[in-house]
């Protein structure tokens, strides 16, 4: 079975702190891993994914498959960056995506 | 482009109602979805449709709920009739059909209120 945890609900930290948003998955194959973001008032969209290997907005993620994580990074937070964080995972090719609860990231003055 | 449109935005009903929820996806776009996030939690499936049969309904409570994408392009998803527990919003995403998981492009959602 397909799981993704995001162990936080609510993440806060200061404007120019590093965040890391945590994500661990449960999967039997070899997955493709998402972060998807929902700034307020915006719909849902992709931020990146672990097959693209870039980095956006700042913020990178490395696929650790060893501990089946996949941790979202960002060494200098800014305030646009407040918003809802959602990984996601699909099995190699069959385009299903199951979310993680989400976590709410706030940036502080 | 144009994104994926969703209508309507809001809904409010009685418990026991219908409620159907309508959406257009990108053009091109053969593969759409429709996600339940209730209040608190991650969007999950209901189902996943390419061109216009099903992939994965596996989580669609179908004695309530059905969903249908006639001719391969817009949707249409129906719950009738409405507990208290279906309130939530209800998203409608759409991507290509390749190789490699194409991103999902989601619509606004339509929030749905079961009173």
């Known amino acids: 079975a397909q799981r993704v945890t995001q162990p936080e609900k609510l993440l806060s930290v200061f404007k120019g702190a590093p965040v890391e948003l945590k994500c661990n998955y449960s999967?039997?194959?070899?997955?493709?891993l998402f972060w998807y973001v929902q700034y307020s008032r915006q719909r849902l969209q992709l931020l990146l994914r672990h097959i693209s290997r870039e980095s956006i907005k700042g913020f990178t993620a490395d696929l650790n498959k060893g501990e089946t994580s996949f941790h979202l990074k960002k060494p200098f937070a800014q305030e646009e960056d407040s918003a809802m964080y959602y990984c996601?995972?699909?099995?190699?090719?069959?385009?299903?995506?199951?979310f993680g609860q989400g976590t709410r990231l706030t940036i502080n003055p | 482009e144009a994104g994926v449109a969703q209508s309507p935005r809001y809904k409010i009903i009685e418990k026991r109602q219908s409620v159907a929820f309508w959406c257009n996806p990108i053009s091109g776009h053969a593969t759409l979805y429709w996600y339940q996030q209730i209040l608190g939690q991650g969007p999950k499936l209901l189902i996943q449709?390419?061109?216009?049969?099903?992939?994965?309904d596996s989580q669609l409570p179908k004695d309530r709920f059905s969903a249908e994408r006639l001719k391969g392009v817009d949707s249409t998803l129906k719950i009738q009739p409405a507990k208290l527990e279906d309130s939530a919003v209800y998203l409608c995403?759409?991507?290509?059909?390749?190789?490699?998981?194409?991103?999902?492009?989601f619509g606004n959602g339509t929030r749905l209120t079961v009173t």
């Open positions: 999967y039997s194959g070899s997955p493709e």
């Open positions: 995403a759409s991507s290509k059909w390749d190789r490699e998981s194409s991103p999902l492009h």
């Open positions: 996601a995972l699909s099995g190699q090719g069959a385009q299903k995506l199951v």
């Open positions: 449709f390419q061109n216009n049969g099903v992939v994965d």
